[in-house]
């Protein structure tokens, strides 16, 4: 623990970055969005007690062994329209970090990121704005690292120390995450959209092929993912050949 919390003093150091460590908090996003954090800081805890996570649901992670924190970001330039670009940009970084680990991770839509089925990260990204314009961004980030065993009530969770049968040096997962967030928030905040859009897509789980969807309540049906629009909206084409647009929560992936 103690070679930890040095090497997040390193860290700081390099990315000119405050990374706030905490043994327990409530919510690392609840920490997070106190106006006293400056862009790129960090706060993270090895226990929370409130771990929120998307859909009003918990985030349960065991102490010490992964990746709980939120990381504060204030673009300059983003407007509300394009704010789902930030959580666009938060899952590359997610995907790049495992990348340098040699796994290969997809993002699941919206922004779950996920290890074949499973799903080995969460983010929840909380956003200000102010008037037009997106001020802040807190993205909780939690990712699964060196856990063996899983609350039997999770659907499909999965670590990096389950997947590649080895542990990982925490820090050094925060640092691979550190080098993808920034360049990859720089090209929001320069509008660079393309970039960003080509890059979410070609990471898409489930990019490729036909599979089960289903609408809260409904009859699950077949689908492709056409495309996902700027707002954050998924595009399906159903088996008949329409398609038809969905927000976060009015249609799931059947696993
Ligand atoms: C989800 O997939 O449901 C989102 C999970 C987000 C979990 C992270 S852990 C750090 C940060 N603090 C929280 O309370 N939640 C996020």
Same mark, same amino acid.
């Given at each position: 623990?103690?070679?930890?919390?040095?090497?997040?003093?390193?860290? @700081?150091?390099?990315?000119?970055?405050?990374?706030?460590?905490?043994? @327990?908090?409530?919510?690392?996003?609840?920490?997070?969005?106190?106006?006293? !954090?400056?862009?790129?800081?960090?706060?993270?805890?090895?226990?929370?007690?409130?771990?929120?996570?998307?859909?009003?649901? /918990?985030?349960?992670?065991?102490?010490?062994?992964? #990746?709980?924190?939120?990381?504060?970001? $204030?673009?300059?330039?983003?407007?509300?329209?394009? %704010?789902?670009?930030?959580?666009?940009?938060?899952?590359?970084?997610?995907? =790049? &970090?495992?990348?340098?680990?040699?796994? /290969?991770? &997809?993002? =699941?839509?919206?922004?779950?990121? !996920?290890?074949?089925?499973? =799903?080995?990260?969460?983010?929840?990204? @909380?956003?200000?704005?102010?008037?037009?314009?997106?001020? =802040?961004?807190?993205?909780?980030?939690?990712?699964?690292?060196? %856990?063996?065993?899983?609350?039997?009530?999770?659907?499909?969770?999965?670590?990096?120390?389950?997947?590649?049968? /080895?542990?990982?040096?925490?820090? %050094?997962?925060?640092?691979?995450?550190?080098?993808?967030?920034?360049?990859?928030?720089?090209?929001?905040?320069?509008?660079?959209?393309?970039?960003?859009?080509?890059? !979410?897509?070609?990471?898409? !789980? /489930?990019?490729?092929?036909?599979?089960?969807?289903?609408?809260?309540?409904?009859?699950?049906?077949?689908?492709?993912?056409?495309?996902? #629009?700027?707002?954050?909206?998924?595009? #399906?084409? $159903?088996?008949?050949? &329409?398609?038809? %647009?969905?927000?976060?929560?009015?249609?799931?992936?059947?696993?």
């Amino acid at each position: 623990m103690s070679n930890f919390r040095e090497a997040l003093i390193e860290l @700081e150091e390099t990315y000119t970055i405050v990374i706030e460590w905490h043994k @327990e908090v409530t919510s690392t996003n609840d920490l997070a969005k106190r106006g006293i !954090y400056s862009h790129g800081d960090i706060v993270l805890a090895e226990s929370q007690t409130a771990g929120r996570g998307q859909r009003g649901n /918990r985030w349960s992670s065991s102490e010490g062994d992964n #990746l709980t924190f939120s990381i504060v970001l $204030k673009p300059n330039h983003v407007v509300a329209e394009s %704010q789902f670009y930030i959580s666009k940009a938060i899952a590359l970084a997610i995907v =790049k &970090t495992l990348a340098a680990f040699d796994i /290969r991770a &997809t993002i =699941k839509w919206p922004n779950d990121i !996920y290890v074949g089925d499973r =799903k080995i990260c969460g983010t929840l990204i @909380e956003n200000d704005l102010m008037g037009t314009n997106l001020t =802040k961004s807190v993205a909780g980030i939690g990712i699964n690292v060196n %856990q063996r065993e899983f609350d039997p009530a999770l659907l499909n969770p999965v670590s990096m120390r389950v997947v590649s049968k /080895r542990g990982y040096n925490r820090a %050094q997962v925060l640092e691979q995450f550190l080098k993808a967030v920034f360049p990859l928030f720089n090209l929001v905040d320069n509008g660079e959209f393309g970039a960003i859009d080509e890059e !979410y897509f070609a990471n898409l !789980y /489930r990019r490729n092929g036909v599979y089960r969807f289903a609408e809260p309540g409904g009859v699950p049906f077949d689908a492709s993912i056409e495309q996902v #629009l700027p707002s954050g909206a998924l595009v #399906l084409r $159903k088996s008949d050949g &329409t398609t038809k %647009q969905y927000l976060f929560k009015e249609v799931a992936f059947v696993l």
